[in-house]
């Protein structure tokens, strides 16, 4: 395998000087690896395999990635900044072409890798939370002037809620699960807010809320670190790049970095909200972007960090009940342990609604 690996990076090379493949991450969807060469250790670069289950067209992924990074580059290279930014690079094959389709079928492509930067599965101090809320309004500030509808729809329903709910409804029907403790208490969690699903679907509807470009996956995980300055650099795994509402990327950034247990613990009893990483994120996110946000915007930001957290927790729950077929796993309850994670937040989120009120208060007119 490793020899596929290596001669599969140097088709993104010219020198074909990669000798060592390694893998990289935890993604739960696709396949992550880093690639090195032995002569120049500096220009290792990102080599991935994408789940083309999820992402049925890979190659919109790659154009609307290669339209967005191309984009925040001249946005960047525009306007003087004292900050360093880094916006990842797409790599082309000897043939020109943004990803390579191997013996097997399976769909590659490579990246440039971001120098001198790290990446935290949680965190827990105001510094750090911070830069979180200055890297999602850095990518928001610089693709806020790219016409969503340039970006292809690659992964259609994506943060939709009442579609998850849907999908939830007809997987429990028509599977057969045990009844336990926690499969219980996931599903009248999940009975208990159904309400709750179209909140922005509605608002977006009646024209509060406009379509925009989105992440779509802004965990904490994904916003880069330089090493010595401990500032933010980059915010990378722009797979979910395409047209949607910045509310979703706003929700996931803080239900992942406000959890300063992190998404995969199993002390259930340890998950909480955190309102002071909240309030450093949202301060340096609104200083960011506030010359954009509108007053509809504020006031669909409490829902959508307890719809997003609601929503994740309904994806890892239906895919638990459905076999473990979209998010990877290490054990079979894997995705069930992560869906009541998730709820115990939601929960966390609720307990704290007049605390995380007040945050925005302060930037509401
Ligand atoms: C998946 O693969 P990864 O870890 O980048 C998922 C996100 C979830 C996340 C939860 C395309 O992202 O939506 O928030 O897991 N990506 C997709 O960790 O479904
Ligand atoms: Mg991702």
Same mark, same amino acid.
């Not at 340039?150 to 992964?155: G, H, P, S």
């Not at 300063?260 to 340890?270: L, S």
């Given at each position: 395998m490793t020899d596929k690996l290596v001669a599969i990076a140097n088709t993104f090379t010219p020198d074909k000087n990669v000798t060592r493949v390694r893998p990289l991450g935890n993604g739960n969807i696709n396949d992550t690896f880093l690639a090195t060469t032995a002569s120049q250790p500096e220009t290792s670069f990102i080599l991935q395999r994408i789940n083309t289950q999820v992402f049925r067209q890979p190659q919109w992924v790659m154009q609307n990635i290669r339209i967005c990074t191309e984009h925040m580059r001249s946005r960047c290279q525009s306007t003087s900044s004292d900050r360093r930014w880094d916006v990842p690079v797409v790599f082309l094959t000897e043939k020109g072409q943004d990803h390579h389709i191997d013996a097997d079928g399976s769909f590659w492509r490579a990246m440039s890798a971001i120098k001198n930067a790290e990446s935290f599965d949680t965190i827990d101090d105001a510094e750090r939370a911070a830069e979180v809320g200055y890297a999602l309004g850095t990518f928001h500030r610089l693709t806020i #002037?790219?016409?969503?509808?340039? %970006?292809?729809?690659?992964?259609?329903?994506?943060?939709i809620t009442p579609r998850y709910l849907q999908q939830y409804e007809i997987v429990r029907e028509k599977t057969t699960h045990p009844e336990t403790p926690d499969t219980q208490y996931c599903e009248k969690f999940i009975g208990d807010r159904a309400l709750l699903a179209p909140v922005l679907e509605a608002a977006k509807q009646r024209g509060k809320l406009p379509l925009r470009l989105m992440h779509g996956d802004p965990k904490i995980n994904n916003v880069l670190f330089?090493?010595?300055?401990?500032k933010a650099v980059s915010l990378i795994d722009? #797979?979910?790049?395409?047209?949607? %509402?910045?509310h979703y990327d706003i929700g996931d950034c803080l239900r992942s970095a406000c959890n300063?247990?992190?998404?995969?613990?199993?002390?259930?009893?340890?998950v909480y909200f955190d309102t002071d990483l909240c309030r450093a994120i949202l301060h340096s996110y609104l200083a960011v972007t506030h010359t954009f946000l509108t007053e509809n915007d504020l006031a669909y930001f409490y829902d959508s960090i307890r719809l997003i957290t609601f929503e994740l927790g309904l994806r890892f729950f239906t895919d638990y009940l459905a076999g473990n077929i979209y998010f990877k796993v290490r054990y079979p309850e894997h995705n069930l342990a992560r869906a009541i994670v998730q709820f115990k937040l939601v929960e966390s989120i609720e307990s704290r609604e007049r605390s995380i009120a007040l945050i925005f208060k302060q930037f509401q007119s």
């Open positions: #002037d790219l016409p969503p509808e340039k %970006l292809a729809d690659t992964l259609e329903g994506f943060h330089d090493r010595q300055t401990k722009l #797979d979910t790049v395409k047209p949607g %509402l910045i300063p247990a992190g998404e995969e613990t199993q002390n259930w009893d340890e």
